[in-house]
Each structure stands twice: as structure tokens, then as C-alpha cells.
Nanobody, 125 residues
Framework: VQLQASGGGLVQTGGSLRLSCAAS????????MAWFRQAPGKERELVAA???????YYADSVKGRSTISRDNAENTMYLQMTSLKPEDTAVYYC????????????????????WGQGTLVTVSS
């Protein structure tokens, strides 16, 4: 499975962005997927995750401001982010779990086997 993340960019505080993660190689409709981010000097952290049936998880830092979704027909996952803050500045990575059929997505980076290359989100103050 190859993952291609896109949609990052420079946005002002309060703005919005939609990140996309396109999967290729095989369908990922039965796999959990997630968005992680890593800011300079910080560890990679889970932002949001979605199970194969749509069960979602959000980090407290983005809850209420972000929506994770998936389009299984397009083999693509999305992260809609609104009310962006400077502390949201990071490289955002998408990931997919190799295991199939687990409704609850993994909460740790160790639970994901496939990773995209990352897309940079910069929020100016």
C-alpha cells in the first residue's frame, strides 16, 4: 500500500484546510487509517483516526475543529481542519493499519504499518 498525502499549505490563524490521503496498491476500505503530525522538536502525535466502519477518534487538541472522513470508493481519507491555530503548524502524515476489520483504530503510531510522505501545514499568527 502506498499513501500520498496532500493539501497542506500556509494559512492564517482561523483559516481552514482539507488534507487528503490517497491510497494505492490495494483497497484500504477494511483498514483503520489515521492522521499524525510532528512539529519541529516534538514527537509525532496522533491527530485523528478512523476505523473501517467510520468510528472516529480525535486528539483533544483538535476536537471540535477537525473532521476525519474516508471515501472508500475513492480509496481516500480526508482531514478537514478549521479554526486553525499557530500550534497546529506541523508536518501531517497519514497512516494505515495492515490489519483488517478492527473497528477501533489504533491509538499509537506503532499500530500503523503504512505511512505517507507528509504534508506541511503552516499557520501564521
Amino acid at each position: 500500500v502506498q499513501l500520498q498525502a496532500s493539501g497542506g499549505g500556509l494559512v492564517q490563524t482561523g483559516g481552514s484546510l482539507r488534507l487528503s490521503c490517497a491510497a494505492s496498491g490495494r483497497t484500504v476500505s477494511s483498514n483503520s487509517m489515521a492522521w499524525f503530525r510532528q512539529a519541529p522538536g516534538k514527537e509525532r502525535e496522533l491527530v485523528a483516526a478512523i476505523g473501517p466502519s467510520g468510528r472516529t477518534y480525535y486528539a483533544d487538541s483538535v476536537k471540535g475543529r477537525s473532521t476525519i472522513s474516508r471515501d472508500n470508493a475513492e480509496n481516500t481519507m480526508y482531514l478537514q481542519m478549521t479554526s486553525l491555530k499557530p500550534e497546529d503548524t506541523a508536518v501531517y502524515y497519514c497512516a494505515a493499519d495492515r490489519s483488517e476489520g478492527w473497528e477501533l483504530p489504533p491509538m499509537s503510531a506503532m499500530g500503523y504499518d503504512y505511512w505517507g510522505q507528509g504534508t506541511l501545514v503552516t499557520v501564521s499568527s
